[in-house]
């Protein structure tokens, strides 16, 4: 992402958020360039982007303004407003999409070298001879019989009663999430996300319409309490959660929390949406909520596209036989079918175990790097959300005081994405300022010097 893509971004963020109110004046142009750190011409470019795509308008001898929604035109105007809402959202997501940066500790991915050992350089021979049937051909709307063969035989190993009829692949986890909120939703519906949480989730929520309150989560899982009342005063339809190594936090469900949230569904009549990406990760802390309910109220869902690489599209679904009938009636109207190629991909890496293998030099290379980041933050007088969690993530937590945008545009101006906690909150109001760590990517000196620069500028 280039600088101008960067500080576009941000303003665009703090437009749509309402940090920056219509009919405000935006920075001097000579200001402006002092705070981010970057030229005159840099700031001008990015002021002309916003100015046409409607969100602000020039006033000639005083200024750049923060158009007015409701009467200026522009991007706001010229699209639904859920669809506006829905792309801000996903704004830090597009911002990953680009490899500009070099320090990259707020991108939700590992990066290259955490991964190329996994994936195989070249497919043997008989690579489609090992399957059966015409390998051209789409197969089945639940997905490949041999992958979810695999996931069925894990599941039973790990105490759930499952066979190929609960089961669905898909493309990706986000591409299960998306077939759950078209069946079972419609505008207007109200469900229950956890806060902080999923950001991408809160994006199709938006995109759908669907009205979506946070609970709050604490190191144990989601706070029980909240989730309690909020499902007795709003009567949602869903809760999508996560049981571990929660997106942004790290945490985890543990057992009383795990069983009171199944409790809360039940007595409630809240279907559980249970995302967990990192389900084969060794030594994982946490209570998978469908191995308590053995899917009676719950959909989990997972994806290999996050252990393995971002690029092989494959996920699943698991739930009751009549819902995986349901979600596979809906792919089968929405994209025929996921990827049989990828899906007998995976199918090949799990059974000559390259898999496996890969899965536990992640593990450990991950509590090093937990470990490692944990001792430098606290060194600064820093803490996270969650000393013990599991997955990719920490998030961070800043002082009160602590100006989390301009810490982000500061960042910026060094070559260091980050990503700031409020993308990951529905609620904006009473929150400390947070940033999501990616464990993976966290070991760049160049992070840690500039975070003690910044925290140093806060003491008093």
């Not at 700031?43 to 046409?52: N, P, T």
């Not at 009663?161 to 079972?184: Q, S």
């Not at 060194?379 to 969650?386: A, C, H, I, K």
Request: with cysteine.
């Amino acid at each position: 992402m280039s600088k101008v893509d960067g500080i576009v971004d941000s303003l665009t963020s703090d437009i749509i958020s309402g940090a920056l109110p219509s009919g405000q004046k935006l920075q001097s142009i000579r200001r402006a360039s002092e705070d981010f750190d970057v030229s005159k011409n840099t700031i001008v470019e990015a002021y002309d982007r916003l100015a046409s795509a409607g969100l602000v308008r020039a006033v000639h001898g005083s200024g750049f303004y923060v158009a007015d929604q409701s009467t200026d035109t522009g991007r706001l105007t010229t699209q639904p407003q859920h669809m506006t809402e829905a792309f801000d959202q996903v704004s830090l997501l597009n911002a990953q999409l680009h490899q500009d940066l070099q320090v990259r500790i707020g991108d939700g991915r590992p990066p290259l070298s955490w991964m190329q050992d996994a994936l195989p350089q070249k497919l043997s021979g008989n690579f489609l001879n090992r399957f059966e049937g015409d390998q051209t051909a789409y197969g089945s709307a639940y997905g490949n019989m041999a992958l979810r063969d695999i996931i069925v035989q894990k599941c039973r190993r790990a105490g759930m009663k499952v066979t190929a009829d609960n089961v669905v692949t898909t493309f990706g986890a986000n591409h299960a999430l998306d077939l759950i909120i078209r069946r079972y939703l419609e505008p207007g519906d109200t469900v229950l996300v956890d806060e902080p949480g999923y950001y991408p989730l809160f994006a199709k929520l938006k995109l759908a319409k669907i009205n979506h309150i946070g609970v709050a989560r604490t190191a144990t899982g989601p706070d029980v309490d909240h989730l309690r009342s909020l499902a007795r005063l709003h009567r949602p339809k869903i809760f999508f959660t996560q049981s571990r190594c929660q997106n942004p936090t790290g945490t985890a469900m543990d057992l009383p929390t795990a069983h009171a949230v199944l409790q809360v569904g039940a007595m409630q009549g809240v279907l559980i949406v249970d995302s967990d990406p990192f389900v084969d990760l060794p030594d994982q802390p946490g209570t998978p909520l469908a191995l308590m309910d053995q899917f009676d109220n719950v959909i989990a869902i997972s994806s290999y596209s996050k252990l393995l690489s971002a690029s092989l599209r494959v996920g699943y679904t698991i739930a009751a036989p009549q819902i995986a009938k349901e979600i596979a009636e809906l792919k089968l109207v929405t994209v025929v079918n996921s990827s049989r190629f990828s899906e007998m991909l995976i199918c090949d890496m799990v059974t000559n175990r390259r898999y496996q293998r890969h899965l536990k030099k992640t593990a450990l290379r991950l509590k090093e790097r937990r470990d490692d980041f944990r001792n430098r933050i606290e060194s600064m007088g820093l803490t996270v959300f969650d000393e013990d969690g599991g997955g990719y993530y920490s998030f961070l937590q800043l002082p009160e005081r602590a100006d989390e945008a301009q810490i982000a545009r500061n960042a910026l101006s060094k070559g260091i994405f980050l990503a700031p906690g409020k993308f990951f909150y529905v609620n904006q109001e009473s929150r400390l300022p947070a940033f999501r760590i990616n464990l993976t990517r966290s070991d760049d000196a160049r992070f840690y010097s500039f975070l003690k620069n910044e925290m140093a500028s806060l003491a008093p």
